[in-house]
């Protein structure tokens, strides 16, 4: 991309955008992991895109199809305790730190406490650059409960606010106070990068 493209690019991701969780193939034979990268493109389609080295593009690709889920922002953490699974084959399940159920067309497990779960069927994949781009039709979509939504912002835009911030400004704290619980043990040792984080859950105040 070209310098103003790249601009615009953080302009565009100064809206908090949501991370979600992708679930695909089955307990048997599956994985469960976060992304960030998707948008819908109208008439019941989806787009999201996927690194290409890593082996979670090609369970997708292969697969055609995934279940996604959206995260309570009480769960955020989740968000990159899984960050790992993007180079795994498969997981298994039981080892999770939260129940699952199936999804209710194609019978991927899905976390129990998804706000919302969309059924994706995939319809076209292009290698654009380092990541795959997926277009996906939307097979089917359940809402379970209403809330708060988990999102992130871009880096720079973080950093903006941090120089804006001042003495008593109590949302931006909390907001840091929140990215440093949800990421903790982001950057892990590979010794210790697959032994399971214990979740410890937050009230609603700390995790806005």
Same mark, same amino acid.
């Given at each position: 991309?070209?310098?103003?493209?790249?601009?615009?690019?953080?302009?565009?991701?100064?809206?908090? @955008?949501?991370?979600?969780?992708?679930?695909?193939?089955?307990?048997?034979?599956?994985?469960?992991?976060?992304?960030?990268?998707?948008?819908?493109?109208?008439?019941?389609?989806?787009?999201?895109?996927? @690194?290409?080295?890593?082996?979670?593009?090609?369970?997708?690709?292969?697969?055609?199809?995934?279940?996604?889920?959206?995260?309570?922002?009480?769960?955020?953490?989740?968000?990159?305790?899984?960050?790992?699974?993007?180079?795994?084959?498969?997981?298994?399940?039981?080892?999770?730190? #939260?129940?699952?159920?199936?999804?209710?067309?194609?019978?991927?497990?899905?976390?129990? #406490?998804?706000?919302?779960?969309?059924?994706?069927?995939?319809?076209?994949? @292009?290698?654009?650059?380092?990541?795959? #781009? #997926?277009?996906? @039709?939307?097979?089917?979509?359940?809402?379970?409960?209403?809330?708060?939504?988990?999102?992130?912002?871009?880096?720079?835009?973080?950093?903006?606010?941090?120089?804006?911030?001042?003495?008593?400004?109590?949302?931006?704290?909390?907001?840091?106070?929140?990215?440093?619980?949800?990421?903790?043990?982001?950057?892990?040792?590979?010794?210790?990068?697959?032994?399971?984080?214990?979740?410890?859950?937050?009230?609603?105040?700390?995790?806005?």
């Amino acid at each position: 991309m070209s310098f103003l493209e790249r601009r615009a690019g953080m302009v565009i991701f100064i809206c908090p @955008r949501p991370i979600m969780l992708v679930s695909v193939g089955s307990r048997e034979d599956g994985n469960i992991f976060p992304m960030n990268i998707l948008g819908n493109l109208g008439n019941g389609y989806l787009g999201f895109a996927l @690194r290409g080295e890593r082996l979670a593009a090609g369970l997708v690709e292969r697969a055609g199809r995934i279940a996604l889920s959206s995260l309570p922002l009480s769960e955020g953490a989740l968000a990159y305790q899984l960050a790992n699974h993007h180079t795994k084959k498969s997981i298994d399940w039981s080892q999770l730190p #939260f129940a699952t159920m199936t999804s209710t067309t194609f019978n991927i497990p899905v976390p129990e #406490f998804a706000q919302r779960v969309r059924e994706l069927e995939i319809e076209s994949v @292009r290698a654009i650059g380092s990541h795959k #781009f #997926f277009i996906a @039709r939307i097979i089917r979509e359940d809402k379970f409960i209403d809330g708060l939504e988990f999102c992130s912002i871009h880096g720079f835009y973080q950093a903006w606010r941090l120089r804006k911030l001042k003495g008593g400004d109590e949302e931006l704290e909390i907001s840091l106070a929140g990215d440093v619980f949800n990421k903790r043990g982001r950057h892990r040792s590979e010794a210790f990068r697959d032994v399971p984080i214990k979740m410890i859950p937050l009230n609603d105040k700390l995790n806005r």
